[in-house]
C-alpha cells in the first residue's frame, strides 16, 4: 500500500499537471507571501519611524527617559509572552524554514503568523539590531503552507509551497525575485528541480509585483555606479574577497560563541530576563551612536556619500553594528541577521575604499562599488551561497558589467571561510535546532560536536540497490532522512536507497573527513560484488 501510494506521488511529481499546477500554486503562495511581507516591511517602517521620532524626547529629561524604558521593558515582556506561546518564532525563522522543508518540524502557521509578525514589529519599536529578511522568510513560508493546507495538498508538496513562500518572503524584503528564488532553492530546499525552480519563480515575481505597487520597484538597498571598476584594480577586487572571507568567519564565530557559550549558560533563567539583556542595551545604544538601532536603515542613509563619512566612524560603526546584532541574536530574539548583514558588507566595503583611498590613491568615486562587493563577499561567506551573493549583488546594483567582480569577490571569500573551518550560519543554526549540536546522545551514545552532510546515491554506485541494513555504515553515523524525487522518507533497515536519492548523515566532527572519504567512495564507486566491507 505504502509503496503504491509512493509510486503514485513520484509519478504525479514527474507529470506534465504537476508542473502546471506548482506554477498557479507558486503565484498564489507569491501573493499570500507577498502580502503578509509587505504588511510587515509597512509596520517595520513605521515603528521605527516612530521610535527616532520619540527620541529627542526621550533623551531631553529624566522622565523622558523613564519613558523609553518603560517602553522597552512592556516591549520585552511582551516579547518574551509570545515566544513562549509560539517556541517557533524564536531566532531568525530560516533555520525553522528549513527544518519544515526538511520534515523535521511542522509549525502551525497561523500561530507562527500572528506571533512572528508581532515581535518584529516591537523589537523595531524598541530599536533592537534585528532584520527583516529570516523572519520575511519564514511569514512567507508559513503563508505557502497556509495555502498548501486550504488546497489540501500532501505533506510532500506542502514542503515544495512551503520553499516557494521562502522565496516570496526573500523576494518581498529585498524587492529582488531572482535572490528570493535562489536564495530559496539554494539555502532552503537544496534541490535544483525544474518544476521547484519554475514555481519558485513564480511566486517570487507575484511577490515583488505586489510589494512594488505598495511600496515601490526601488531595492532596499540601491548602490549606483558612477563608474565601472577598471580591470586594473581586480588585485584589489582578490584583496576584498580575502578581506571578506576572513571577516565572515569571525562574524559566525563570534555568533556562535554568543549563542551557544554566552547564553546557553543561562539557559535556567526565564526567558524574559534573557532578553532584557538586549533590551536594555537598546537604551545606551540609543544614546550613544543612535545609527545602530534596528535593521540599519540609518546607516545606508549616510552610506549614500559614503566619503563623506570619515574612517574612524566608518570602522566604529562596523565594529558597534556587529556587536549590537550579536546580542540581541544571541539572546534569542526573534529576528533576523541577513539586512545588518548586508549593512555590515556595505560598512566593510567602504572601510576598505577608504582606505586604499588614502593608501594609494584610489578614486573615492568608487566606494559604491565596493560597498556592493562588501555585500556579495561578506553573505558568500557567511552564508555559503555565493551564488545568492552574485544575484543579490546585480539586482542591488543594476549593473551587468559588475558580474565578474562580483563574482571573484563571492568565489574567493568563499573559499577563505570554508578554509577557516568555520561553520556556514545557517547550517550551524538548524543543526542546533534539531538538538544535533554540540552533543546528540540519541546519534549513537557518545559525546562529541555533530554535523551534517547530504550525498547523493549516483549511479551504479555500491549503494544504488542496498538496503540500508546492507551498508556498513561507520560506526560514528546515522542516515537521518533519505529524499527521493522531493519526497522524504523515514529511514529504517529495509529501505532500499536507488541512484539520485539524496541522504542526510549525522556524524562526529572528531572523525569527520574520514567519515565523509568512505560515504563519498560509496556514493561515487561502482557496484562491488557482495557485501560492502565494514568500517571500523
Given at each position: ?203 517570487a515575481v507575484a511577490s515583488d509585483f505586489l510589494v512594488s505597487q505598495v511600496l515601490g520597484v526601488q531595492p532596499v538597498l540601491k548602490l549606483a555606479f558612477i563608474k565601472d571598476i577598471p580591470h586594473d584594480y581586480y588585485l584589489y577586487v582578490v584583496a576584498l574577497g580575502v578581506l571578506c572571507g576572513l571577516a565572515g568567519a569571525v562574524h559566525n564565530r563570534g555568533m556562535f560563541a554568543c549563542t551557544e557559550r554566552l547564553f546557553a ?16 542595551l537598546a537604551i545606551p545604544v540609543a544614546y550613544a551612536m543612535p545609527e545602530l538601532l534596528c535593521g540599519g536603515d540609518a546607516i545606508v542613509e549616510l552610506l549614500s556619500a559614503p566619503a563623506a563619512v570619515p574612517l574612524g566612524t566608518l570602522a566604529l560603526l562596523l565594529l558597534g553594528k556587529y556587536l549590537y546584532t550579536t546580542v540581541c541574536f544571541g539572546a534569542g530574539t526573534p529576528g533576523g541577521t541577513l539586512f545588518p548583514l ?195
Amino acid at each position: 500500500m505504502f509503496a503504491d501510494t509512493m509510486q503514485g506521488e513520484v509519478r504525479r511529481r514527474f507529470s506534465r499537471r504537476f508542473q502546471i499546477d506548482m506554477v498557479w500554486e507558486g503565484a498564489l503562495v507569491g501573493i499570500a507571501g507577498g502580502g503578509v511581507v509587505t504588511l510587515y516591511r509597512m509596520a517595520l517602517t513605521r515603528a521605527e519611524h516612530i521610535l527616532r521620532g520619540l527620541l529627542p524626547t526621550f533623551f531631553s529629561s529624566g522622565l523622558g527617559l523613564l519613558g523609553f524604558a518603560a517602553l522597552v521593558l512592556a516591549c520585552c515582556l511582551v516579547v518574551a509572552a509570545l515566544v513562549r506561546w509560539e517556541p517557533y518564532t524564536s531566532g531568525s525563522g530560516i533555520p525553522q524554514t528549513d527544518a519544515e522543508v526538511m520534515g523535521r518540524m511542522d509549525m502551525p502557521w497561523h500561530r507562527v503568523l500572528l506571533a512572528k509578525f508581532s515581535e518584529g514589529v516591537l523589537c523595531a519599536l524598541a530599536g533592537l539590531s534585528m532584520g527583516r529578511e529570516g523572519p520575511s522568510v519564514q511569514l512567507g513560508s508559513m503563508g505557502g503552507k497556509a495555502v498548501s493546507r486550504l488546497l489540501r495538498r500532501n505533506r510532500g508538496e506542502e514542503r515544495l509551497l512551503v520553499t516557494c513562500g521562502a522565496a516570496a518572503g526573500m523576494s518581498a524584503a529585498f524587492n529582488a525575485p531572482l535572490t528570493g528564488v535562489l536564495f530559496a532553492i539554494e539555502e532552503i530546499h537544496k534541490e535544483f528541480a525544474p518544476s521547484l525552480i519554475v514555481s519558485a519563480m513564480a511566486s517570487a515575481v507575484a511577490s515583488d509585483f505586489l510589494v512594488s505597487q505598495v511600496l515601490g520597484v526601488q531595492p532596499v538597498l540601491k548602490l549606483a555606479f558612477i563608474k565601472d571598476i577598471p580591470h586594473d584594480y581586480y588585485l584589489y577586487v582578490v584583496a576584498l574577497g580575502v578581506l571578506c572571507g576572513l571577516a565572515g568567519a569571525v562574524h559566525n564565530r563570534g555568533m556562535f560563541a554568543c549563542t551557544e557559550r554566552l547564553f546557553a549558560k543561562m539557559g535556567e533563567l526565564p526567558l524574559q530576563l534573557r532578553l532584557a539583556i538586549p533590551f536594555a542595551l537598546a537604551i545606551p545604544v540609543a544614546y550613544a551612536m543612535p545609527e545602530l538601532l534596528c535593521g540599519g536603515d540609518a546607516i545606508v542613509e549616510l552610506l549614500s556619500a559614503p566619503a563623506a563619512v570619515p574612517l574612524g566612524t566608518l570602522a566604529l560603526l562596523l565594529l558597534g553594528k556587529y556587536l549590537y546584532t550579536t546580542v540581541c541574536f544571541g539572546a534569542g530574539t526573534p529576528g533576523g541577521t541577513l539586512f545588518p548583514l548586508c549593512v555590515m558588507g556595505m560598512l566593510c566595503g567602504a572601510v576598505f575604499a577608504a582606505c586604499l583611498t588614502r593608501v594609494t590613491g584610489v578614486q573615492s568615486l568608487f566606494m559604491a562599488n565596493f560597498m556592493a562587493l562588501g555585500i556579495a563577499g561578506l553573505f558568500a561567506s557567511v552564508v555559503r551561497a555565493p551564488v545568492t551573493a552574485v544575484v543579490l549583488a546585480f539586482e542591488l546594483t543594476g549593473s551587468m558589467d559588475a558580474l565578474l567582480s562580483v563574482s571573484i569577490v563571492s568565489i574567493v571569500s568563499y573559499v577563505v571561510a570554508n578554509l577557516t573551518k568555520t561553520d556556514p550560519f545557517y547550517e550551524r543554526l538548524l543543526s542546533r535546532l534539531l538538538d544535533l549540536t554540540p552533543v546528540d546522545p540519541s546519534a549513537n551514545g557518545e559525546p562529541g560536536e555533530k554535523v551534517l552532510h547530504t550525498y547523493t546515491v549516483g549511479a551504479g554506485s555500491k549503494l544504488e540497490g542496498r538496503t540500508l541494513s546492507e551498508v556498513g555504515w561507520p560506526d560514528d553515523s546515522r542516515i537521518v532522512t533519505v529524499s527521493r524525487a522531493g519526497v522524504d522518507i523515514v529511514p529504517s533497515g529495509e529501505t532500499t536507497l536507488e541512484a539520485l536519492d539524496e541522504i542526510l548523515v549525522i556524524m562526529n566532527t572528531d572523525t569527520e573527513v574520514e567519515t565523509q572519504e568512505l560515504i563519498l567512495d560509496y556514493c561515487r564507486s561502482s557496484l562491488a560484488t557482495g557485501k560492502i566491507p565494514r568500517i571500523g
